[in-house]
């Protein structure tokens, strides 16, 4: 006979689904938020109330990731997906990804706070892969399990800003070492005011270095007035903003852009790929970029 179906009814509390899962609250709530592992009721209340199926899937999830498969990939499986990936003996993917070693000795090393160990790491690193393996193996998922890791408050600020300090200063040598040769596409880096985050426009930066063009980086919370001027100053053809804020604030600023920008330049927006600016379709052409492997073949063109 098929095994009866769970129940889908909402009942438990979070500190109830924390004794059935082994899970903190912490970790939940992030595995919900960020991955959308499940997605519990609200109660007339407000209060957040999970299912027999959501503790279920939540427990699937969790042995999983014991047994070294990242959380954003077995988010995206299925229950019957779930079930074969844990009852698989074959080794999981992020065992044999090559570049993992790398990351979780960063990681260790920052946990201790032994910076010399972290900066050997990221130097090897560069030195065994090429830029775009860099960014997109081995820098891009240290900062996103850095930034997972503050949420969860495993990490403190000390702990983030020592990791990202040695992450700029690598990106930033890098990309000085491509120097771009005879008559080149230039490509403007800002992120819009207002905006501070600006690690992913140091990744589009290198990655940008890598294929030729000729970079010119503003860098974070630059005004619209200074981004336009420095696209017509330096004849860009591209201007790529990162852009993970969102509001009438950030609109108008985009607004802005959109008129003191030439109508024959692409603006690609990164970090925000449910972001519509609202802007002039009559002036430049934006394009909402994916992810680094979408930036990577734009680049390429």
């Known amino acids: 006979m098929p095994d009866d179906p769970v129940s889908v009814t909402p009942k438990y509390l979070i500190g109830a689904v924390t004794k059935l899962t082994g899970l903190s609250i912490d970790v939940v709530r992030v595995w919900e938020r960020r991955y959308g592992a499940v997605r519990p009721v609200r109660s007339a209340g407000g209060t957040r109330l999970y299912s027999d199926a959501d503790v279920l899937r939540l427990n699937r999830l969790h042995r999983a990731v014991e047994r070294g498969y990242g959380i954003g990939q077995a988010a995206r499986l299925s229950e019957t997906e779930l079930d074969e990936l844990i009852a698989s003996p074959e080794p999981s993917p992020d065992r044999a990804d090559p570049y993992q070693s790398v ?13 010399v160990a972290a900066d050997q790491e990221l130097t090897r690193a560069a030195a065994l892969y090429s830029p775009a ?45 491509y120097r771009p040769s005879g008559i080149v596409e230039t490509i403007v880096l800002a992120t819009p005011a207002g905006e501070i985050y600006e690690f992913d426009l140091l990744l589009s930066a290198l990655l940008a270095a890598v294929h030729g063009w000729r970079v010119v980086y503003l860098g974070a919370d630059v005004q619209a007035t200074e981004i336009g001027l420095t696209v017509r100053l330096s004849n860009a053809r591209v201007l790529a903003l990162d852009i993970r804020s969102q509001g ?12 003191v920008v030439d109508g024959s330049i692409q603006v690609w927006i990164t970090g925000a790929a449910d972001l519509r600016p609202r802007v002039d379709p009559g002036r430049a052409t934006w394009l909402l970029v994916r992810d680094l492997e979408h930036l990577d073949e734009l680049l390429r063109r």
């Open 133 to 177: 393996e860099l960014v997109k193996r081995i820098v891009s998922p240290i900062l996103n399990d850095l930034s997972e890791r503050k949420a969860l408050k495993e990490f403190g600020v000390g702990h983030d800003r020592a990791a990202t300090g040695l992450v700029r200063r690598l990106l930033e040598s890098l990309i000085r070492l």
């Open 103 to 115: 990351r979780q000795r960063f990681i260790a090393a920052i946990r201790t706070m032994d910076v």
């Open 248 to 259: 009438y604030r950030m609109a108008e600023e985009l607004e802005t852009i959109s008129t």
